[in-house]
């Protein structure tokens, strides 16, 4: 199974589009230098471990920002908004798996379905978990995740059953260790939730067009103020923020994809004012847009190319 770079295509309501792995054996598992390939707000059924290999990755798990060292990793549960910020000039490079329940569980009546799928998957309060390599039982996680990785990434002998082992501890262990809860996700909070993901969808259709806050707004029937109290509550941004980030990543792409002027790459992603847009671009990016483009062929005639599949 080939290792692929990361780069989210959403639909509707920022939910990933992309089946990870095959009908028989749903899993895929990425190798990402996240200065190149970012992780914009998304949400996906499978479950997701991520190992941060190189640098400092800030992980946005909903309205929670966490910061995982080289070693460390982190696990997010199934249907979790989340988002990965890049350093604006270090790399930071990550080994992540992100597969299927069923994978490990088989059919919802099975006894490992509901010894080591349920509990995690119901409990409403468990969106993520920090696994640090200096705690013994989230070190043993950790180990778990790494070989069930290699195996799939070297296409070992058996690997599908390798890794289906090694994900099998992994959530023994956790449900082993992980707090019982014992509180229930508000219904505010729940429909928080929604509303963020609907106004994703929304942003994502239309950031090459002139939107503004009311416009985000009215999308899901809320008042202006009510719409900056959801995006600073759930993902601790602001609207505008949002989109103009997403417009720059977006930008980006375009950068490294194809030979278009960067006027009109800025357009394109909604900008009307260039120095602006290159202003911005600096900021979150740390070169200016034709910096940017430079660096990036420079390293990619240093480096074999690597086919990119979107995750």
């Known amino acids: 199974m080939a290792l692929s770079a990361c780069g989210v295509t ?23 230098n996240l200065q190149i390939y970012p992780v914009p707000w998304h949400w996906h059924d499978e479950f997701e471990f991520i190992i941060i290999t190189e640098g400092i990755a800030h992980i946005q798990a909903e309205n929670a920002t966490i910061p995982v060292i080289p070693g460390d990793a982190i696990f997010i549960n199934s249907g979790v908004l989340h988002s990965i910020e890049h350093g604006k000039c270090a790399d930071i490079n990550c080994h992540s798996l992100v597969f299927h329940a069923r994978i490990i569980g088989g059919s919802v009546e099975s006894i490992f379905w509901q010894k080591l799928i ?35 990434a070297d296409e070992i002998f058996d690997y599908e059953n390798v890794a289906r082992y090694h994900l099998s501890r992994a959530f023994r262990l956790i449900n082993s260790n992980k707090p019982v809860s014992q509180t229930k996700v508000r219904q505010r909070e729940k429909l928080s939730t929604e509303r963020i993901k609907t106004m994703i969808e929304y942003i994502e259709k239309n950031y090459c067009e002139d939107i503004t806050l009311e416009m ?14 959801c995006f600073h509550q759930r993902l601790g ?30 357009i394109n992603c909604g900008f009307s004012d260039i120095s602006y847009f290159s202003k911005c671009f600096r900021e979150m990016k740390g070169f200016t847009p034709k910096e940017y483009r430079k660096s990036y062929n420079m390293n990619k005639d240093r480096t074999p190319e690597k086919e990119f599949h979107p995750h």
């Open 237 to 266: 941004t602001t609207p505008i923020r949002y989109l103009i980030q997403l417009r720059i990543e977006k930008a980006a792409e375009q950068l490294i994809k194809s030979d278009e002027p960067v006027n009109k790459i800025a």
């Open 118 to 152: 349920t509990p995690i998957l119901h409990d409403e309060s468990f969106r993520y978990l920090y696994l640090n390599q200096t705690i013994p039982w989230q070190a043993d996680i950790i180990e778990d995740m790494k070989s069930a990785w290699q195996a799939v």
């Open 10 to 32: 959403i639909d509707k309501k920022g939910k990933e589009v992309m089946e990870h792995g095959l009908t028989m054996f749903p899993l895929s598992c990425f190798d990402d």
């Open 216 to 229: 985000i707004a009215d999308s899901v029937s809320l008042s202006k103020s009510a719409c900056l109290y």
